[in-house]
Each structure stands twice: as C-alpha cells, then as structure tokens.
C-alpha cells in the first residue's frame, strides 16, 4: 500500500561502478522528483518529471540520469560512482506541475555509500 | 533569487517548553509555504502547508508577507517531536525549495 516506494533501501558500491535506484508511485500523480540529501542533511532537487517528460534537470553531472518508462516510475541511473555521490536519494511525487498545495509525497529514501 | 532560510540548524528544548523554528524566505511571487518534518531515519513527512491553516501534532505557522516569515510554533515540545523540519517554498513549475533544515532536540 506504500504510496511512493524506493529501492534499495541501502546500497553500498565500489566506486567506478554504475548502479541505478528505482521509484514508483501509486497515487496516481503526474509528476515525479528526485532529491538528494547530503551529509549536512541538505535538501537539493535533481529532477523532475511530469508525465514522462522532463521539466527540471538542475546542474546534476551527466553521470546521473533518469528515466522515465511511464507516469508511475522515475529511476535514477548513476555512472562511474564517485565518494561525493554517497548521500540519501529520496523519489517524490506530486499530483501534477502546479496543484501541489497537498504538498509532495515521499518515498523512504535509499541510502547510497560509496566507498 | 528565490530562497529558503532557517537561520538554527539545532534547536535543543526541554520537554512542556514552547518552542519556534524560524523559516524566512525570499520569492517575488504570492509563496505557497510548507512545512515537513523527518523523523530519524524516516521519510519525509507533510506536517502543515500555509494555505489550510491547519495545526497539526499541537504545531501551528503563520505566514507573515511583511516580515517573509513562516515560523513553526509549539507551545508545549513532547519528547516524540525530535525530529529535522525543513521549511519549503514552491515554485511555479513545482519545484519545492527545502530550507537547510533545523534538528529540534527535546530534551525529558
């Protein structure tokens, strides 16, 4: 019944490996997030998707990219994985670009360690 | 330039004392304000937006156009509201701004 779910929870990966993280919603929403959260517990948006089509692509490497098979998923695939790319990942989705006045839903987040 | 700031990155009370979380923000535009809260190791949570008005777990914020604040306010912290709030500003296009966050610490 979770609304917005993640996987994996935890990932621990060498670096220079590649790894992706995935994200479906069932609420029905139209638009999708990706956010990520450092060390200091800083909040930053990555990307968001509405309807399967790109809207926000904030300056993220190019190592980092999302996908979007259909309005429910967003997947984020990361290349080449550095030490600095260890934070948490949390998907999020909203009902649509504008009405977002319930707010966003979150997933759990996915705690990613490289080492 | 569109931003959110919350000047305590720590905030330590003792339990039954009131307690504020500052959020001032800065947005041309009429803002549409939140507040979330992440318990440890938790996701994120909608705690209260400014439209509804709404008090949630005793926790009420006022948007404040003259000052561009929207302050979290309690008058009584409970041990169970340790948590990290972040303050949140949307954007036309969707996109919520999150605040640097503050970790409330309630202490018996």
């Known amino acids: 019944d979770t609304a917005v779910s993640q996987t994996p929870k935890y990932l621990v990966t060498q670096m220079g490996n590649d790894k992706s993280i995935k994200c479906e919603q069932n609420?029905?929403?139209?638009?999708m997030y990706w956010y990520k959260q450092d060390s200091k517990k800083f909040l930053k948006i990555m990307f968001s998707?509405?309807?399967?089509?790109?809207?926000i692509n904030e300056t993220v490497p190019n190592r980092f990219s999302p996908k979007s098979p259909d309005k429910a998923h967003l997947n984020l695939h990361i290349n080449s994985l550095e030490l600095g790319d260890s934070a948490v990942y949390f998907c999020?989705?909203?009902?649509?670009?504008?009405?977002?006045?319930?707010?966003?839903?979150f997933g759990s987040g996915t705690r990613l360690t490289v080492v | 330039a569109q931003r959110v700031t919350q000047p305590e990155k720590l905030l330590s009370v003792f339990k039954g004392a009131p307690v504020e979380l500052k959020c001032n923000y800065s947005?041309?535009?009429?803002?549409?304000l939140f507040w979330y809260v992440q318990y440890s190791r938790q996701r994120l949570q909608l705690l209260l937006r400014?439209?509804s008005r709404e008090s949630i777990k005793g926790f009420t914020a006022d948007l404040n156009k003259g000052e561009t604040s929207f302050h979290l306010k309690k008058p009584f912290a409970q041990e169970e509201d340790s948590a990290m709030y972040y303050c949140?500003?949307?954007?036309?296009?969707?996109?919520?701004?999150f605040g640097q966050g503050t970790e409330l610490s309630v202490k018996p």
């Open positions: 947005y041309s535009g009429s803002p549409e």
């Open positions: 998707y509405n309807n399967k089509e790109l809207i």
């Open positions: 609420l029905g929403h139209d638009t």
């Open positions: 999020a989705s909203s009902q649509d670009l504008e009405t977002v006045r319930s707010g966003y839903t």
């Open positions: 400014h439209i």
């Open positions: 949140a500003l949307k954007r036309k296009g969707g996109k919520l701004i």
